[in-house]
T-cell receptor, first 112, second 113 residues
Framework: DQQVKQNSPSLSVQEGRISILNCDYTNSMFDYFLWYKKYPAEGPTFLISISSIKDKNEDGRFTVFLNKSAKHLSLHIVPSQPGDSAVYFCAAIFDSWGKLQFGAGTQVVVTP | NAGVMQNPRHLVRRRGQEARLRCSPMKGHSHVYWYRQLPEEGLKFMVYLQKENIIDESGMPKERFSAEFPKEGPSILRIQQVVRGDSAAYFC???????????FGPGTRLTVT
């Protein structure tokens, strides 16, 4: 029962251009959404989050957009840099216990 | 301020042996979560613990798996009689009172031969 879905397993983008990562969810009870970045052989590191009462949150080069009616969120990275090459996970929380539900991840490769 | 520590980083066990994975949360954090990542998949929640209490173990397999977070010392994820399907990366995360701010350790990669 995959409640958080990332349908693009990989994304290749040129350095300096925009990376757009997409995430869909099925559970309308989710009230907080997060993006994590993961390098090989390391744990996920928190990138940016958004509450369900907002539709946009921005932090430097990273912006997350939430469309609740479509149950869809996206992460924009602009401009993309070589160090952004990693796997990006979308995650969601719906209860106070903070049990994160993760998508399968999107591998981003930023090319020179 | 040290981050979340996990050890060992790599663990190799033969089928039928026991695996013990340890997690030391960040200083000041009293909430610990264990997640498992199978190859080509995202992380899956296993269990959520506070000191001396299991709060939510809805993601734990019913048999062979157990977790604890004692008053003193690290949290332990124990897998008895390991099978090849247990091979995965096991990640621990910790948080303070804001349970949506979880900090992850580097993971333990378990290989069952």
């Amino acid at each position: 029962d995959q409640q958080v879905k990332q349908n693009s397993p990989s994304l290749s983008v040129q350095e300096g251009r925009i990376s757009i990562l997409n995430c869909d969810y099925t559970n309308s009870m989710f009230d907080y959404f997060l993006w994590y970045k993961k390098y090989p052989a390391e744990g996920p590191t928190f990138l940016i989050s958004i509450s369900s009462i907002k539709d946009k949150n921005e932090d430097g080069r990273f912006t997350v957009f939430l469309n609740k009616s479509a149950k869809h969120l996206s992460l924009h990275i602009v401009p993309s840099q070589p160090g952004d090459s990693a796997v990006y996970f979308c995650a969601a929380i719906f209860d106070s216990w903070g049990k994160l539900q993760f998508g399968a991840g999107t591998q981003v490769v930023v090319t020179p | 301020n040290a981050g979340v520590m996990q050890n060992p980083r790599h663990l190799v066990r033969r089928r039928g042996q026991e695996a013990r994975l340890r997690c030391s949360p960040m200083k000041g954090h009293s909430h610990v979560y264990w997640y498992r990542q199978l190859p080509e998949e995202g992380l899956k929640f296993m269990v959520y613990l506070q000191k001396e209490n299991i709060i939510d173990e809805s993601g734990m397999p019913k048999e062979r798996f157990s977790a604890e977070f004692p008053k003193e010392g690290p949290s332990i994820l124990r897998i008895q009689q390991v099978v090849r399907g247990d091979s995965a990366a096991y990640f621990c995360a910790s948080s303070g009172e804001r349970t949506d701010e979880q900090y992850f350790g580097p993971g333990t990669r378990l290989t069952v031969t």
